[in-house]
Each structure stands twice: as C-alpha cells, then as structure tokens.
C-alpha cells in the first residue's frame, strides 16, 4: 500500500513558477515508477510527467517540455515537479500517481492505467 500527499499547489501569474511535492509513505517507494498528471475542469486526466524508479529517465508531455522538471529523492519519499513558465492553460488539479511495478522497466509509464496508487490532488491556478 502507498500514500501520496500532493502539496505545492497555488494561484500564480502566468510566467510565475511553482513546485509540486508529492511525498510517499510505505517501503515500496523506491521500487515504484511515478508520475504527475493533471485535470482541468471539464476535460479527461492527461499525462504530465513520469520518472523512473531510479531516477534516470524522465519523460514529459509536449505541452510542458522544457517549461517542467520532474525529480525524485528516494531518501525523503518525494517526488517533485518544478513549473516554470506557468500558463493560464495549466490550471488544473494536479494528481501524483505510483506504479509500485516500476522495476519491471527502465522507463517509466505514461499511461493513466499503468498507475495503482494515486494522490488527492493539489490545485494549480494560473492568471492571465
């Protein structure tokens, strides 16, 4: 069983920049594939940004490639998304997922239902 708790979230002008943490509890953490996906008022949940178990692949969706960075400390239990160049199209609900089976691949997933255990979510705001 893993626990995700989003934090980070807030209202920010477009251009501004925010970091999401998500922090994990249970011993799987180190094991699991995670990712971020998000949900704007209206639409379906859509991939974001995804991270390896061990840290060494990352990908992300054109829509926020080279404006996000996602990161991992295996130490603390956290994964982060660092947004920069934030738009008014990213408002939404951001969620943290884990896939728990992360080892089982050296990339990880970015795939809603690959995902077992998600987080309540944290809500971003971007002003124009």
């Known amino acids: 069983q893993v626990q995700l708790v989003e934090s980070g979230g807030g209202l920010v002008q477009a251009g501004g920049s925010l970091r999401l943490s998500c922090a994990a509890s249970?011993?799987?953490?180190?094991?699991?594939?995670m990712a971020w996906f998000r949900q704007a008022p209206g639409k379906e949940r859509e991939f974001v940004s995804a991270?390896?178990?061990?840290?060494?692949?990352?990908a992300y969706a054109d829509s926020v490639k080279g404006r996000c960075t996602i990161s991992r400390d295996n130490a603390k239990n956290t994964v982060y998304l660092q947004m920069n160049s934030l738009k008014p199209e990213d408002t939404a609900v951001y969620y943290c997922?884990?896939?728990?089976?992360?080892?089982?691949?050296?990339?990880?997933?970015?795939?809603?239902?690959?995902?077992?255990?998600w987080g309540q979510g944290t809500q971003v705001t971007v002003s124009s």
């Open positions: 997922a884990a896939d728990p089976s992360g080892r089982r691949s050296v990339v990880a997933s970015t795939h809603l239902g690959t995902y077992r255990y």
């Open positions: 249970g011993r799987t953490f180190s094991s699991a594939a």
């Open positions: 991270i390896s178990w061990s840290g060494g692949s990352t």
